[in-house]
T-cell receptor, first 113, second 110 residues
Framework: GAVVSQHPSRVICKSGTSVKIECRSLDFQATTMFWYRQFPKKSLMLMATSNEGSKATYEQGVEKDKFLINHASLTLSTLTVTSAHPEDSSFYIC?????????FGPGTRLTVT | DAKTTQPPSMDCAEGRAANLPCNHSTISGNEYVYWYRQIHSQGPQYIIHGLKNNETNEMASLIITEDRKSSTLILPHATLRDTAVYYCIAGMEYGNKLVFGAGTILRVKS
């Protein structure tokens, strides 16, 4: 199947700093990508839908000014967590839309100290 | 998106078939039934999806009832590596978001 990568796989940052997470579709072009977050022992929660060349669509309750999403090309979407706080510590997962299904990245573990 | 209901957990003996049920009584006519699984601390993995007909691939079989209100994912010969959280999702094809429920924790035991 198609491959989606995320970078970094793990990141630790200090409270108040910003962190950028990259999501790349390696062998196909993805017009649409999605960003999820997952807390321990919980299910995935959709944060936003990212469409190439346009503004992201955020789910209710997700702060668009805190979680900046850019989808500048058909193979790359980025999520920037701005002014991170300990409560932003989570597992962030992206996915890219294929023809029939979504292909998920391996996830990025963010820890804010 | 239609809501799905799954049992919170199931056990299965290694080598036996694992049958995972899912209820989706409010599914609309153009929504597919998708199954994904997530092994601990990894991204979800696509398993199979279907609209009306039963489907089979190298990983699993999907049986959808005639009224489309429920379905069953079948792993024919479960192995220890099939231990994961299995998510049943009702959703549209290409480019549409998937809303994950709580899923079923499948434990395959030797």
């Amino acid at each position: 199947g198609a491959v989606v990568s995320q970078h970094p796989s793990r990141v630790i940052c200090k409270s108040g700093t910003s962190v950028k997470i990259e999501c790349r579709s390696l062998d196909f072009q993805a017009t649409t990508m999605f960003w999820y977050r997952q807390f321990p022992k919980k299910s995935l929660m959709l944060m936003a839908t990212s469409n190439e060349g346009s503004k992201a669509t955020y789910e209710q309750g997700v702060e668009k000014d805190k979680f900046l999403i850019n989808h500048a090309s058909l193979t790359l979407s980025t999520l920037t967590v701005t002014s991170a706080h300990p409560e932003d510590s989570s597992f962030y997962i992206c996915s890219a839309s294929g023809v029939y299904e979504q292909y998920f990245g391996p996830g990025t573990r963010l820890t804010v100290t | 998106d239609a809501k799905t209901t799954q049992p919170p957990s199931m056990d299965c003996a290694e080598g036996r078939a694992a049958n995972l049920p899912c209820n989706h009584s409010t599914i609309s006519g153009n929504e597919y039934v998708y199954w994904y699984r997530q092994i601990h601390s990894q991204g979800p993995q696509y398993i199979i999806h279907g609209l009306k007909n039963n489907e089979t691939n190298e990983m699993a079989s999907l049986i959808i009832t005639e009224d489309r209100k429920s379905s069953t994912l079948i792993l024919p010969h479960a192995t220890l590596r099939d231990t994961a959280v299995y998510y049943c999702i009702a959703g549209m094809e290409y480019g549409n978001k998937l809303v994950f429920g709580a899923g079923t924790i499948l434990r395959v035991k030797s």
